[in-house]
């Protein structure tokens, strides 16, 4: 009978092996499948940053080109403003030269 009953406890730390293995192995493969997802994850913000990294890129090279642009307007309308300043002082002149000496009081 002994044999029996020692048969027996083998059998279920058996049958409890075979258990606790099965249970390791779904943790195996959760694992897996979390690494597997965060892996995934971490890719689409790679992705997402050097989206972002190439906007960012655009937007200062887009605001170089407008400073740019905008430097040149002003130097444009300082030379606009310079040629007609120009005319009016030599229209300024023309009329002091011009001018024969009035009646005034």
Same mark, same amino acid.
């Given at each position: ?23 390791? #192995? ?58 007609? #300043? ?20």
């Amino acid at each position: 009978m002994d044999f029996k009953c020692y048969s027996n406890k083998i059998e279920a730390s058996l049958v409890a092996s075979k258990k606790r293995e099965a249970d390791l #192995w779904a943790c195996v493969l959760t694992l897996e499948t979390s690494i597997k997802e965060m892996e995934e994850e971490k890719i689409s913000r790679d992705n997402e940053i050097e989206s972002l990294r190439q906007k960012v890129s655009k937007l200062e090279s887009d605001a170089k080109h407008d400073e740019g642009d905008k430097d040149a307007k002003i130097s444009s309308l300082e030379r606009a403003l310079a040629r007609v #300043w120009a005319c009016v002082s030599l229209s300024v002149e023309d009329l002091g030269n011009n001018v024969e000496p009035s009646n005034a009081p």
